[in-house]
């Protein structure tokens, strides 16, 4: 049994704030938490209560609950009033971390529209199937993104942009709408929350991203997920909350689940503070600059940040006895990390945690800390309160504990379904259960482990990359006759891409034309690292498929799951 689990046992009792309850949720019965939310809106009146505590910080950038939520509705007001937007419109947000990149979102929420985050290193046809699939009608940008929305072929005229840098003749200043009143928190009509909240961009193995249509439930069962287990995480640390707030740093994108659904949102709910890195390319020691003068006291993020701090020795150069708390997903974490991070922070008294997830499942679907996670660090824990796990045959038939096969999860987190994509919904959604299309065994004591991932996708700094895709884009190339895209092993990103091009016959390439004709086609953390050019065929199973395990070096047989998979947490 896990320590957590008479802790949770209790909070989720009758009477506590994550009591559980039965309900059905898009016609399949399932486990709730009773005293949810029941709109995302109403977490700006919560985060309004919370006073002069500070929300947002980036440099000298610094907004209050109250100051960053009054901004958020008089842009709110400026999206109803001046740009038309009404409860459902899809309305996009294009940016590096900011603090205006979360006064846009919840600008968008407080509108009742739909908030549709694009990945800020799309480039312009990118972002134009985005825009074109998701029904966009509005984007709110940073100045440097400002030009590749233009690009993508989106009116100058439908454009709000924050942040310093040249803007595009014809675009919106946000400074202009911010500099309004503020409209009133019930001034849209509120939405039912089974209905679409966001729609989080997620690659598929099609080569196209699909639209997870995340609902209100959706996004709100995480934070009390994240809610609920923290706390249970720490009382069975021997460290019960104390109501001090914390201090986070904020280094993964806000357009990745982890961080929107897992931060961001619960933040605003709990009065915690979100801290950003100064804008550019994540370097370890200005980052430990800010943990010192921020007094960081948690840090989130990928294994392979966590690694990078404490590979460049940051510990030792800088103050970081703040932080007492660490949690990370998004790629497998090795037990030789887990001690290397209890070693270099020295106050975390074990607060370590990790959790298993994906944006389908609006983040946190499995989880694990504290004296848990010490004792099982190659797990990615067990299922949530309201959150069920089997492991399953292709056809779904459920494997004994100890046995590997494709993880399925359910829960009311679990979104209904793909924006407009109902071939892929009808492969990914089953009775209730998603196919995660990752591979696992659970244990006797319920811990969940898994041993490979979505196939034919790679995880590069926590970045989803999935190999079609970039494959479909070389393909193009008049001298490319076949190519297949791996991931090969990386000190510090955990994986890099690398891709294997058989040249046409009487053609020729080389490395460097490869790459710049994918750099014009894809975003630059998915043009390959590695290269190797060959004339001969790429080796192929007897239906033509081509086989990657050989490829790999790997000629041994795997668990075999379906032909959809999508992006891990």
Same mark, same amino acid.
């Given at each position: 049994?896990?320590?957590?689990?008479?802790?949770?046992?209790e909070?989720?009792?009758?009477?506590?704030?994550?009591?559980?309850?039965g309900?059905?949720?898009?016609?399949?019965?399932?486990?709730?938490?009773k005293?949810?939310p029941?709109?995302?809106?109403?977490?700006?009146?919560?985060?309004?209560?919370?006073?002069?505590?500070?929300?947002?910080?980036?440099?000298?950038?610094r907004?209050?609950?109250?100051?960053?939520?009054?901004?958020?509705?008089?842009?709110?007001?400026?999206?109803?009033?001046?740009f038309?937007?009404?409860?459902?419109?899809?309305?996009?947000?294009?940016?590096?971390?900011?603090?205006?990149?979360?006064?846009?979102?919840?600008?968008?929420?407080?509108?009742?529209?739909?908030?549709?985050?694009?990945?800020?290193?799309?480039?312009?046809?990118?972002?134009?199937?985005?825009?074109?699939?998701?029904?966009?009608?509005?984007?709110?940008?940073?100045?440097?993104?400002?030009?590749?929305?233009?690009?993508?072929?989106?009116?100058?005229?439908?454009?709000?942009?924050?942040?310093?840098?040249?803007?595009?003749?014809?675009t919106?200043?946000?400074?202009?709408?911010?500099?309004?009143?503020?409209?009133?928190?019930?001034?849209?009509?509120?939405?039912?929350?089974?209905e679409?909240?966001?729609?989080?961009?997620?690659?598929?193995?099609?080569?196209?991203?699909?639209?997870?249509?995340?609902?209100?439930?959706?996004?709100?069962?995480?934070?009390?997920?994240?809610?609920?287990?923290?706390?249970?995480?720490?009382?069975?640390?021997?460290?019960?909350?104390?109501?001090?707030?914390?201090?986070?740093?904020?280094?993964?994108?806000?357009?990745?689940?982890?961080?929107?659904?897992?931060?961001?949102?619960?933040?605003m709910?709990?009065?915690?503070?979100?801290?950003?890195?100064?804008?550019?390319?994540?370097?370890?020691?200005?980052?430990?600059?800010?943990?010192?003068?921020?007094?960081?006291?948690?840090?989130?993020?990928?294994?392979?940040?966590?690694?990078?701090?404490?590979?460049?020795?940051?510990?030792?150069?800088?103050?970081?006895?703040?932080?007492?708390?660490?949690?990370?997903?998004?790629?497998?974490?090795?037990?030789?990390?887990?001690?290397?991070?209890?070693?270099?922070?020295?106050?975390?008294?074990?607060?370590?945690?990790?959790?298993?997830?994906?944006?389908?499942?609006?983040?946190?679907?499995?989880?694990?800390?504290?004296?848990?996670?010490?004792?099982?660090?190659?797990?990615?824990?067990?299922?949530?309160?309201?959150?069920?796990?089997?492991i399953?045959?292709?056809?779904?038939?459920?494997?004994?504990?100890?046995e590997?096969?494709?993880?399925?999860?359910r829960?009311?987190?679990?979104?209904?379904?793909?924006?407009?994509?109902?071939?892929?919904?009808?492969?990914?959604?089953?009775?209730?259960?998603?196919?995660?299309?990752?591979?696992?065994?659970?244990?006797?004591?319920?811990?969940?482990?898994?041993?490979?991932?979505?196939?034919?996708?790679?995880?590069?700094?926590?970045?989803?990359?999935?190999?079609?895709?970039?494959?479909?884009a070389?393909?193009?190339? %008049? &001298?490319?006759? #076949?190519?297949?895209?791996?991931?090969? /092993?990386?000190?510090?990103? =955990?994986?890099? @891409? *690398? $891709?294997?091009?058989?040249?046409?016959?009487?053609?020729?390439?080389?490395?460097?034309?490869?790459?710049?004709?994918?750099?014009?086609?894809?975003?630059?953390?998915?043009? %390959? &690292?590695f290269? #190797?050019?060959?004339?001969?065929?790429? /080796?192929?199973?007897?239906? =033509?498929?081509? @086989? *990657? $395990?050989?490829?790999?070096?790997?000629?041994?047989?795997?668990?075999?799951?379906?032909?959809?998979?999508?992006?891990?947490?």
């Amino acid at each position: 049994m896990a320590h957590v689990d008479p802790i949770l046992e209790e909070l989720t009792g009758p009477g506590q704030l994550f009591e559980i309850e039965g309900a059905v949720v898009h016609g399949h019965s399932m486990r709730v938490y009773k005293n949810r939310p029941r709109n995302l809106r109403d977490l700006l009146a919560i985060g309004m209560s919370h006073g002069d505590l500070e929300y947002l910080v980036q440099g000298d950038a610094r907004y209050t609950f109250p100051q960053a939520i009054t901004r958020a509705l008089s842009v709110a007001g400026a999206l109803h009033d001046r740009f038309d937007v009404e409860p459902g419109d899809r309305v996009a947000v294009v940016g590096a971390n900011a603090p205006d990149w979360v006064v846009a979102y919840w600008a968008v929420i407080a509108a009742q529209g739909v908030v549709v985050p694009f990945n800020a290193w799309w480039k312009a046809a990118e972002l134009q199937f985005g825009i074109e699939d998701s029904g966009t009608s509005l984007v709110l940008c940073d100045a440097r993104r400002a030009a590749t929305v233009v690009e993508a072929g989106f009116p100058a005229d439908r454009i709000v942009v924050w942040g310093q840098g040249d803007r595009p003749d014809g675009t919106t200043s946000i400074e202009e709408l911010a500099a309004g009143e503020p409209a009133a928190l019930d001034f849209a009509e509120a939405r039912g929350e089974d209905e679409t909240a966001g729609l989080f961009y997620t690659s598929g193995t099609t080569g196209r991203p699909k639209g997870s249509a995340n609902t209100h439930h959706n996004i709100i069962t995480n934070l009390m997920n994240f809610g609920v287990l923290n706390r249970a995480q720490a009382i069975a640390a021997g460290d019960p909350p104390s109501g001090e707030k914390a201090s986070y740093l904020c280094i993964i994108p806000l357009f990745h689940a982890t961080a929107n659904f897992t931060y961001m949102v619960p933040f605003m709910f709990a009065g915690h503070k979100l801290v950003f890195l100064p804008p550019g390319k994540f370097e370890a020691d200005p980052a430990a600059q800010v943990i010192e003068s921020e007094r960081v006291t948690a840090i989130g993020g990928v294994p392979t940040i966590m690694a990078r701090l404490i590979d460049a020795g940051v510990h030792e150069r800088y103050d970081l006895t703040s932080v007492t708390a660490i949690g990370y997903g998004g790629a497998p974490a090795s037990a030789a990390l887990l001690a290397k991070i209890n070693g270099a922070f020295p106050n975390l008294k074990k607060k370590v945690s990790t959790a298993y997830g994906l944006t389908e499942t609006s983040a946190i679907a499995t989880a694990t800390g504290g004296l848990d996670y010490q004792e099982h660090p190659s797990s990615v824990g067990q299922a949530s309160p309201v959150n069920d796990v089997k492991i399953a045959e292709f056809d779904g038939t459920p494997r004994p504990a100890g046995e590997t096969g494709e993880i399925w999860l359910r829960g009311p987190n679990v979104v209904p379904g793909y924006w407009e994509r109902p071939e892929a919904n009808a492969r990914s959604f089953v009775d209730g259960w998603f196919r995660s299309g990752d591979v696992g065994y659970i244990d006797d004591e319920g811990f969940v482990y898994i041993t490979d991932r979505a196939k034919d996708m790679v995880i590069r700094g926590g970045e989803n990359i999935y190999c079609v895709e970039v494959e479909s884009a070389l393909e193009a190339h %008049p &001298a490319v006759a #076949e190519v297949a895209v791996i991931g090969v /092993p990386h000190p510090e990103l =955990g994986e890099e @891409l *690398k $891709a294997i091009v058989v040249v046409a016959p009487g053609a020729s390439t080389s490395e460097s034309e490869l790459q710049a004709f994918a750099r014009e086609r894809l975003a630059d953390y998915k043009v %390959p &690292a590695f290269w #190797e050019m060959r004339t001969e065929a790429l /080796p192929r199973n007897p239906a =033509g498929k081509v @086989l *990657k $395990a050989p490829l790999r070096g790997d000629h041994s047989g795997v668990f075999s799951v379906g032909d959809e998979s999508d992006s891990a947490l």
